[in-house]
């Protein structure tokens, strides 16, 4: 940690692929590469790191032609660090196809039906294959509206496999992460906390929210958790990518975080900017020639206008989603270097409270600022 203001912390993530300065966002290459995005381009946007996901890759294209290929980063071309998730988001989005047990959780394939049983070593030694920077252990992450039993039987177990992923992993150059869980009950968020931290993991994240809760409880169980996280180790939050979430995730003392909302929004035609989300199919960005966002250095801000992505968005081209991705992604970098710098300073409070303001209202709320954002 260099700097803390607050809860809010600054530090530097060590990886043997470079250091990464914290809080950072992670940009999501699901099956190994960020929607429309090179490499080239992840680094022109100073991504810092960039997210794998262990079931889609192990289903394909595999992980023993990852391995030969010089791992994931030789097989990418992306040569920064990396995470892989364990496949343990997957046991909640793919619930439907899919069966717990102690010994794991059995897939059916969403590309063939195949059946694959995965554990948790063969979680750990598939991410060991990947030779991501950092691994996840598996565990599971309940709907935000499961019961109390239900909760307290999914964080013992999770942690149980916790413990047989540490047991199986072997890979001194890769730090692999636990995960508290315990959903909305702050015993049972207690509880995983005790127990996750108890197994001495170099890195923690905080799993099981951003699934169907408010924003308002996401956040009371953050402010529960985070403070008994161990205070030299990076903190991880799964799942969060919208900017003002982002700001008050930090707030709490995040250091990690990632989401696809930022590259799926481009898909969809919705830029981020100071001011909020805008819709380039809308009809009135169709004759602004102005630039996307004023002083954004990245490539679709200083060399089209609105009305020209505009227009490669509405007639679905390619270059037009490629754009605004690697807009939504520098943008969101750019917050967490602002926000790095203010903590910085010790003005973190003030630096959230105008910024939120501006863009949740942004035709009071950048007059209402004063200072550059």
């Not at 942690?159 to 508290?180: K, T």
């Amino acid at each position: 940690m260099t700097a803390r203001d607050g809860e809010a912390r600054a530090g530097v993530l060590h990886t043997p692929h470079g250091d990464v300065p914290t809080p950072t966002f992670m940009p999501v290459g699901t099956k190994g590469s960020v929607k429309g995005l090179t490499p080239g381009d992840l680094r022109s946007a100073s991504a810092g790191v960039v997210l794998g996901n262990t079931y889609h890759l192990y289903l394909r294209p595999g992980a023993d032609l990852i391995r030969e290929a010089g791992g994931l980063h030789g097989f990418s071309g992306w040569d920064g660090p990396m995470l892989t998730d364990s496949g343990g988001y997957q046991v909640f989005s793919l619930a439907h196809k899919r069966r717990l047990s102690e010994r794991g959780v059995e897939f059916a394939s969403v590309y063939d039906g195949s059946s694959h049983l995965f554990t948790p070593e063969l979680t750990t030694r598939v991410q060991e294959d990947l030779g991501a920077d950092v691994a996840m252990v598996l565990d599971e992450c309940p709907p935000a509206n499961a019961s109390r039993e239900y909760h307290t039987e999914s964080l013992r177990r999770t942690a149980r496999w916790a413990e047989r992923c540490r047991e199986a992993h072997g890979r001194e150059d890769q730090a692999l992460f636990g995960i508290v869980q315990g959903g909305l009950y702050p015993d049972l968020r207690e509880e995983s906390l005790e127990r996750t931290v108890e197994l001495g993991f170099p890195g923690y994240a905080v799993g099981g929210l951003s699934v169907g809760e408010s924003r308002e409880e996401m956040l009371e169980m953050l402010a529960l958790v985070a403070p008994g996280l161990p205070a030299g180790k990076p903190r991880y939050f799964m799942g969060i990518g919208d900017p003002v979430g982002i700001l008050q995730v930090i707030a709490l003392g995040v250091d990690m975080f990632d989401c696809v909302l930022p590259t799926r929004l481009a898909r969809h035609g919705m830029a981020l900017t100071r001011d909020g989300r805008i819709n380039l199919k809308n009809a009135r960005y169709r004759r602004d020639l102005g630039v996307l966002e004023a002083e954004c250095p990245c490539e679709a801000c200083t060399g089209y206008s609105r009305a020209y992505l505009s227009h490669l968005i509405r007639e679905n081209e390619m270059l037009g989603h490629r754009l605004v991705t690697l807009h939504n992604v520098h943008f969101v970098g750019e917050l967490c270097r602002r926000a790095r710098v203010a903590i910085g300073e010790g003005r973190y409070g003030e630096f959230m409270q105008r910024w939120i303001s501006r863009y949740t209202n942004p035709e009071g709320g950048a007059q209402a600022t004063g200072v550059a954002l």
